[in-house]
């Protein structure tokens, strides 16, 4: 079965840490542009960080810069997202995508028609 896979969320305090992951199955993930992407109650969903297939280039949004870090483990066929320095407006529901084509300032703008979405892992940054 194709699918990308979030785990890692959870509750966390401000200034903690938590590391998602995004494991494929069905599909070679060495070959594919990942994104980190999340929406807040409310909000629209927005790109937080991405990752090429080739270079390993990477991509952050400008509020996650220097406290989250996106890095991929093509063996495990999985990409992390290390978030540290936490603070309540990272709260949001973090999804995952992959896609073949984009590449990484496309594919984090959330541009249409990309290949693989994950459902989804919760995230609270709250006392």
């Known amino acids: 079965q194709v699918q990308l896979v979030e785990s890692g969320g959870g509750l966390v305090q401000p200034g903690g840490s938590l590391r998602l992951s995004c494991a494929a199955s069905g599909f070679n993930l060495d070959y594919y542009a990942v994104g980190w992407f999340r929406q807040a109650p409310g909000k629209p969903r927005e790109g937080v960080s991405c990752?090429?297939?080739?270079?390993?280039?990477?991509y952050y949004q400008d509020s996650v810069k220097g406290r989250f870090t996106i890095s991929r483990d093509n063996a495990r066929n999985t990409v992390y997202l290390q978030m540290d320095s936490l603070k309540p407006e990272d709260t949001a529901v973090y999804y995952c995508a992959a896609d073949r084509l984009f590449l990484i300032t496309a594919l984090c703008s959330g541009v249409p028609g990309i290949e693989y979405w994950g459902k989804g892992t919760p995230v609270t940054v709250s006392s």
């Open positions: 990752i090429s297939s080739s270079d390993g280039s990477t």
